[in-house]
């Protein structure tokens, strides 16, 4: 039966005292929906998603990350896979705050995890603009199980300036993580294995940890941080009056921002598509639908019933015309140029293997080694037959454009042949972004300014399947 459980909102984080907290990483059980018995998982504090960290921008928090975990991983863990050998405990943790612009020691290294009973002291400066980032798990070698595991959450950051909109709050502003996740017969949470796989993906969508919820809204606007924070699949998302499976929804809602914050204007849209990993912040108001019923779509399917209350609808606080302003870093600013090639492998009987960022296992020499300060473009060169989101600790950056390219002439000569004209990025990731969809056989080219702190970072596939399996690489800030 759909639409029997309330959608959960995930609570704040209470501190300790102000400014810093503690955050226990264990094992709990919860139901998926009503009529299945409870799933084990891993989640913060007992939580999937973990509980929404609120902070101001420019006041900087610290987070005790403490590791409860049992010895004993969930899912099956690949120990030939890179940095998940049978030399390492099988359960291993470490938190990375995605977007966050965080020093070296906090920023969550794969290979800095800690083991159940440890624990680890991070601290976050928040030194950025509003935005809706999240936390999740990092470990080397392990991230993909971890993650099905449960351990991600939001992190949102606020400021003066998101303050000055008046945007939808408190009741009104729902963080939502939406994600697959495939399901025994028993309800427990099954991850193929133990050999590694490079495409996992679910037979039921959750959302906020709920498979067809429902949600009881009053007839006004109210604003979603949509997170896709599945491994690998992306989501097509829209509101819909109708119940079917047949067509996806049409119905408007406005993107106010992307990964990395508010946009410079409203966008009217009627679908958005969230790669993983990517944020959408989005403002629908439910007033024309005042005793109505109407649903969240993941293509054509609903996936979320939203049950709006009859009554006068609260009229909405028109948004602003303009939102933050952006400034288009010029291409000049760059002082380097990166080719990076993105490429699988496959075994002779075509089984993928692993995938490669230019050519490099993660335990190869650094490469990447941008100065502090300065500004680059990375050509993102995509020889795979799908796309892969990238993504960059420690910086925001701007998507200049894709450009469809030749690969076997890529592959004979190593220049880019280009088959069709520069694509430019679409109107909602035209702002500060930090995951990037790079296409299939599509060179796409971001302009990335190096700021924060110096010191070492990853980049890498966020497809978590590939990000273990050698699609991520060490950088450099000098
Ligand atoms: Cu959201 Cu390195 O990751
Ligand atoms: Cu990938």
């Not at 969809?437 to 924060?452: K, P, S």
Request: hydrophobic share 35%.
């Amino acid at each position: 039966m759909k639409w029997v459980d309330a959608l959960p909102v995930p609570e704040k984080v209470k501190p300790l005292r102000k400014g810093h907290y503690r955050v226990t990483m264990r094992e709990f059980q919860a139901k998926v929906h009503r009529d299945l018995p409870p799933t084990v998982f891993w989640g913060y504090d007992g939580m999937s998603p973990g509980p929404v960290f609120e902070a101001r921008s420019g006041e900087g928090i610290t987070v005790e990350w403490v590791n409860n975990l049992p010895a004993k991983h969930l899912l099956p863990v690949d120990h030939a896979v890179h940095g998940a050998g049978a030399d390492v405990p099988e359960v291993r943790a470490v938190v990375h705050l995605h977007g966050g612009k965080v020093p070296p020691g906090s920023d969550g290294n794969p290979e800095k995890w800690i083991l159940p009973g440890q624990s680890k002291l991070t601290s976050y400066p928040n030194r950025q603009e509003a935005a809706g980032l999240f936390y999740h798990d990092h470990a080397m070698g392990i991230t993909r199980l971890n993650a099905v595991a449960g351990l991600f959450g939001h992190y949102l950051i606020r400021d003066a300036f998101e303050d000055s909109l008046h945007l939808p709050a408190g009741p009104y502003e729902i963080p939502l993580c939406i994600y697959d996740r495939l399901f025994h017969l028993n309800a427990q949470l099954q991850y193929p294995g133990p050999r590694w796989t490079d495409d996992y993906s679910g037979n039921a969508i959750l959302l906020n940890g709920r498979v067809f919820p429902f949600l009881e809204a009053e007839p006004r606007s109210y604003r979603f941080r949509l997170l896709n924070c599945s491994n690998g699949t992306f989501f097509t998302l829209s509101f819909s009056r109708d119940s079917s499976v047949l067509v996806p929804g049409s119905e408007p809602f406005q993107t106010i921002g992307s990964d990395q914050g508010l946009l410079a204007a409203p966008l009217e849209m009627k679908r958005i598509t969230l790669t993983t990993a990517e944020r959408a912040d989005i403002v629908m108001d439910f007033s024309p639908y005042a005793g109505r019923t109407i649903y969240l779509k993941s293509s054509t399917s609903p996936i979320m019933q939203i049950r709006v209350a009859p009554g006068q609808a609260v009229k909405a606080m028109p948004l602003p015309a303009k939102l933050r302003s952006i400034e288009r870093t010029p291409e000049s600013a760059a002082v380097k140029t990166r080719d990076l090639t993105l490429r699988d492998y496959k075994d002779a009987s075509g089984r993928m293997t692993h995938m490669l960022l230019n050519g490099a296992h993660y335990d190869m020499p650094v490469t990447e080694t941008p100065a502090l300060n300065s500004t680059e473009i990375w050509t993102l060169i995509n020889l795979t037959e799908e796309a892969h989101p990238i993504h960059l600790h420690l910086v925001r950056f701007q998507i200049l454009d894709r450009r469809p390219f030749d690969r076997d002439a890529y592959m004979k000569t190593g220049t880019l042949t280009y088959t069709g004209p520069a694509i430019p990025p679409e109107a909602q990731e035209a702002g500060w972004k930090d995951t990037v969809r790079t296409d299939a056989l599509h060179a796409t080219r971001i302009i990335v300014r190096f700021e924060g702190y110096k010191g070492r970072y990853v980049w890498h596939c966020h497809v978590l399947e590939h990000e273990d399996n050698e699609m991520m690489r060490p950088y450099e800030v000098i």
